[in-house]
């Protein structure tokens, strides 16, 4: 099974605090391992003033929205856009239909002049598994759900509640799920 595009949504019973109440989005996913976003960890502008005068975005992007967010604990402190594919980079990783992934400096130019994407995520780091680790997570330990959605789920501001969201989206109420898992 591949999951890119797809999102992960954490288990009630996964204690890991760095994904507890998580949503990712999949950004890769293969035998060589898996890369993800976490897109409902909103980073606060005002923490970060330094960060974004050093990318160039400190100030208001015009009509486009910039949502600034904990990406994941790889790599915390490198920018990555997530972002829909009106403006696509060389450098740019196609991820689906629609979405696409940038890391480059000139692209963060970009943003800071308005001319970025109409929808982005500035994500400080990623979520990453080695060759298998996701798939164990997934059968043995009952860590994750998988959900196929549309992109104004990705999108939407709101991430308070995008985790319960991402369970309403499955027809699940999260508080009725068992933290024991098993195998058949």
């Known amino acids: 099974m591949n999951l890119t595009g ?9 204690e890991d605090e760095r994904f507890f109440k998580s949503v990712i989005y999949m950004c890769a996913h293969s035998d060589e391992g898996a890369m993800g976003i976490i897109i409902n960890k909103k980073i ?7 960060l974004l005068e050093q990318l160039g975005i400190d100030k208001p992007l015009e009509n486009k929205k910039l949502f600034l967010r904990y990406g994941g604990p790889i790599e915390s402190g490198r920018g990555f856009v997530l972002h829909t594919d009106e403006i696509i980079r060389k450098e740019s990783i196609t991820i689906d239909k629609g979405i696409v992934l940038t890391s480059t400096i ?9 001319q970025g994407p109409k929808n982005s995520i ?3 780091g990623y979520a ?9 997570e997934l059968t043995l330990s009952n860590s ?11 999108f939407d501001e709101e991430v ?4 319960r969201e991402a369970y309403n989206i ?15």
């Open 44 to 50: 606060d502008y005002d923490l970060y003033p330094d």
């Open 170 to 184: 499955l027809g699940i109420d999260p508080n009725k799920l068992s933290h024991n898992s098993g195998t058949a």
């Open 128 to 136: 990453g598994w080695g060759p298998g680790q996701l798939e164990k």
């Open 144 to 154: 994750w759900m998988n959900l196929t959605t549309d992109l104004s789920f990705l």
């Open 6 to 14: 797809q999102f992960l949504v954490s288990m009630p019973s996964l």
């Open 122 to 124: 500035l994500a400080l």
């Open 106 to 114: 000139e692209f963060f130019d970009d943003l800071a002049k308005g």
């Open 160 to 163: 308070s509640n995008k985790w």
